[in-house]
């Protein structure tokens, strides 16, 4: 479809330049040869033509004159219009592909995404339906067994609850305004903190920065901590411990989170934020699993943020997820500069 889509552009580029050129050529060639005409004209009335004793020697040599440059200047027309034509059947082809790409990349990621969402749908409700089907069956079946039932079918909506709100969210960051102000960033990573590790030995807060004003959505900015958190206690030990960083540089205040455990592949961590994708699944209990949209929407607030989400790992060693985000003087700065 794109491929068709682009010929058909490059077909219209390539006549737009035709047209132009065309146009453009026979305006120089009707004004160059009215002036080539108009040239040898004044050499006829001009002083020089009396060694000419025979006016119609010198009609002839003039028209003669006339249409050699005529011929000529048609000829180097044709040359530089096949040229240009040339050239310009490459330009547009690399316009049409150059205007076209972007499209055709957000048709695949959305096609992929239905795809991807719909497998994801159809897995709970497949589920929930063969449990239903054979409970429908049993004739014998107990209050306790339908108990069982119940509190099953229960999990899986709830996973499609928390499935269909996540996408919800990812949809909404893709078209709504976000408001930004100024937000200092440790209080509300202390209270995050504490709402994973009441007891606080589980998550150790560490600050090397005095640069803790942010311009964010808080909304957006707790969400993120809390995608980033719940990753990090997902896929390490629960005796380990796991650090929260505030960081900060000339014109960047953050954090980082690091935690122990498997790692990550080296040929993972570039997909580890396309949606829907998870990398070892066998490094989490059954309970632990995902649907693999945390880290996109992660990676989505960040973008919206004009921020920066860097992870490094390895395997059997620490994760580390790094965030940085525009700080408060810098953007006041750039408002001063405009003022």
Sequence with gaps: MFHSATLKLTAWYMAILIVISLLFSTIIYSTASNEVGNRLSYLQRNDQVVYFRN????????????????????????????????????????????SLGPIEKAHEAQSRFTSDASHELRTPLASMKTELEVALRDTMLTKEEMRELLASNLEEVDKLTKLSHTLLQLSQLDYDSIEFKKIDLQPIVQSIIERYDKTGKRIRLISHTSLHSIQANQSNLEELLTILLD?????????????????????????????????????ALPHIFNRFYRADTSRTSHDNKGYGLGLSLAKKIVELHNGELTVSSALKSATTFRVLLPNFKQDQAKKDTRL
Excluded: C
């Design 55 to 98: 006016p119609t020697m010198l009609d002839t040599l003039r028209d003669t004159q006339v249409h050699e440059a005529q011929a000529n200047l048609l000829g180097s027309l044709m040359v530089t219009n096949a040229f240009i034509w040339l050239a310009g059947g490459i330009g547009s082809y690399y316009l049409a592909r150059r």
């Design 231 to 267: 990753n990090a206690l997902k896929y390490s030990p629960r005796d380990s411990l796991i650090d929260v960083t505030l960081i900060g540089q000339k014109h960047m205040a953050g954090f980082a989170i690091t935690n122990q455990g498997e790692g990550i592949a080296p040929e």
